[in-house]
């Protein structure tokens, strides 16, 4: 079992910057792909980021690329979504995720683990 855990959301004007983490507890997620959705009242989530176990392969929505960096500290078991140049329509839970097939978080489906999700809100 992987537990994740994400952290620092918030409020943010436009145009400001925050970094959200996301820690693993109960076993190494070095083999993991991960990745970052997020969600908005009366919306599906949505992908945002992913990045491969090994860090060196990212892909990103068309909505953040440019303003959104994906990372991983192996080490740490900690995953990271540096977030700059926020707008408002970026507002909304962001979750991260945690599978072995790449192919599941491509494709957001039966995503092994989830985290609970932190609020990040940009205001105007």
Do not use: H
């Amino acid at each position: 079992q992987v537990q994740l855990v994400e952290s620092g959301g918030g409020l943010v004007q436009a145009g400001g910057s925050l970094r959200l983490s996301c820690a693993a507890s109960g076993r190494t997620f070095s083999g993991y792909f991960l990745g970052w959705f997020r969600q908005t009242p009366g919306k599906e989530r949505e992908f945002v980021a992913r990045i491969s176990w090994s860090g060196g392969t990212t892909f990103y929505a068309d909505s953040v690329k440019g303003r959104f960096t994906i990372s991983r500290d192996n080490a740490k078991n900690t995953m990271y979504l540096q977030m700059n140049s926020l707008k408002p329509e970026d507002t909304a839970v962001y979750y991260c995720a945690a599978d072995l097939s790449l192919s599941d978080i491509a494709t957001m489906r039966a995503i092994d683990y989830w985290g609970q999700g932190t609020q990040v809100t940009v205001s105007s």
